[in-house]
Nanobody
Framework: VQLQAYGGGLVQAGGSLRLSCVAS????????MNWYRQAPGNERELVAS???????KYADSVKGRFTISRDNPKNTIDLQMNSLKPEDTAVYYC??????????????????WGQGTLVTVSS
């Protein structure tokens, strides 16, 4: 499994960015696909998750501002980030893991990670 993330960059507070991730190496119909982030000095945290059936969940800090979407035939996920804040500055990682279900977010296999893309939000 390989994950390739794109779309990071520098943006002013209040602006928008769109991250994309392409997964390859197998089909992902029973996998949750996710975005995590890690800011300097902080632990890696889940930002958003989406199942094959389109069930989503978000960190409280990004609800209403970020939207995760998924294209199953293309094995891609996007993260649309609006109303960005300086505290959103972090390296964002694409992630996937086996759930055994089209709707579940529950982890049932190992994590696979992309290389990370840096998002910097200036005040």
């Amino acid at each position: 499994v390989q994950l390739q993330a794109y779309g990071g960059g520098l943006v002013q507070a209040g602006g928008s960015l769109r991250l994309s991730c392409v997964a390859s190496g197998r089909t992902f119909y029973h996998y949750a696909m996710n975005w995590y982030r890690q800011a300097p000095g902080n632990e890696r945290e889940l930002v958003a998750s989406i199942t094959s059936a389109g069930t989503t969940k978000y960190a409280d800090s990004v609800k209403g501002r970020f939207t995760i979407s998924r294209d199953n035939p293309k094995n891609t996920i996007d993260l649309q980030m609006n109303s960005l804040k300086p505290e959103d500055t972090a390296v964002y990682y694409c992630n996937t893991y086996f759930t055994g279900s089209l709707r579940s977010h529950q982890r049932a296999g190992p994590d696979y990670w992309g290389q990370g893309t840096l998002v910097t939000v200036s005040s």
